[in-house]
Structures are given as C-alpha cells and as structure tokens.
C-alpha cells in the first residue's frame, strides 16, 4: 500500500521539543521532495517546511525559522522534522507531503500530491 504516515505528536510545554516522523511505505522516498504543512481549528493549512529531493534543499517559513529542522534518512525512508522551542502557536495537525509539481513557491499546497493522515502537536502549560 502506497502512503506516507507521521508519527511523533503529543502534548508539550511551551519551551519543549518534539521529532515528528513521516514514513513512506510502498515508495521510495528518496526520489521525492517532501514538504511538512500544518493546520490549526479555523485556519487555512500553512506550509512549514520543505526538503528538496535532488541537493537536499531545506527551506522554512518564517515562524519557525531557527527553531525548527527538517532531514531525511533514506535508509529508514523516512523524513523527520525538528521542533524545538515550542510555541502554543504551533499547535496544530501535522502533515507530510510529496510533492507533484514545481512552481515557485515550495509552501503552496497544491503543488502537493500525496498525503499522509496527519499527527496532532499541542502546546500548551
């Protein structure tokens, strides 16, 4: 079955840290630039962070510039993101994607094709 799954989300003080993980199963993910995006109640889904495929290009927006860090094992098939410093505004579900096509803008949602389910990341005291 072809899909990605993320994993790590939880509950956290502000100040802490979180590794979320997005796994490929029946792909390699290695051959695909992949994005991390986030959604919180009532807000449009954002982009968060992006790694490229070819040069592995690491890109971030500015929210979390600094404090949060992207990589990939593609030994493991696998994408983790980095979170530390945590802010109650980052609280939010969670999502990795493959990217499909390749436009200008890396945090542009419908440049994304594949999907995983998404992982819950709270901050709060």
């Known amino acids: 079955q072809v899909q990605l799954v993320e994993s790590g989300g939880g509950l956290v003080q502000p100040g802490g840290s979180l590794r979320l993980s997005c796994a490929a199963s029946?792909?390699?993910?290695?051959?695909?630039?992949i994005g991390w995006f986030r959604q919180a109640p009532g807000k449009a889904r954002e982009g968060v962070s992006y790694?490229?495929?070819?040069?592995?290009?690491?890109l971030y927006a500015d929210s979390v510039k600094g404090r949060f860090t992207i990589s990939r094992d593609n030994a493991k098939n696998t994408v983790y993101l980095q979170m530390n410093m945590l802010k109650p505004e980052d609280t939010a579900i969670y999502y990795c994607?493959?990217?499909?096509?390749?436009?200008?803008?890396?945090?542009?949602?419908?440049?994304?094709?594949?999907w995983g389910q998404g992982t819950q990341v709270t901050v709060s005291s």
């Open positions: 994607a493959t990217r499909s096509t390749y436009g200008s803008r890396w945090y542009d949602r419908l440049q994304y094709g594949r």
């Open positions: 029946g792909f390699t993910l290695k051959a695909n630039s």
């Open positions: 790694i490229g495929m070819s040069d592995g290009t690491t």
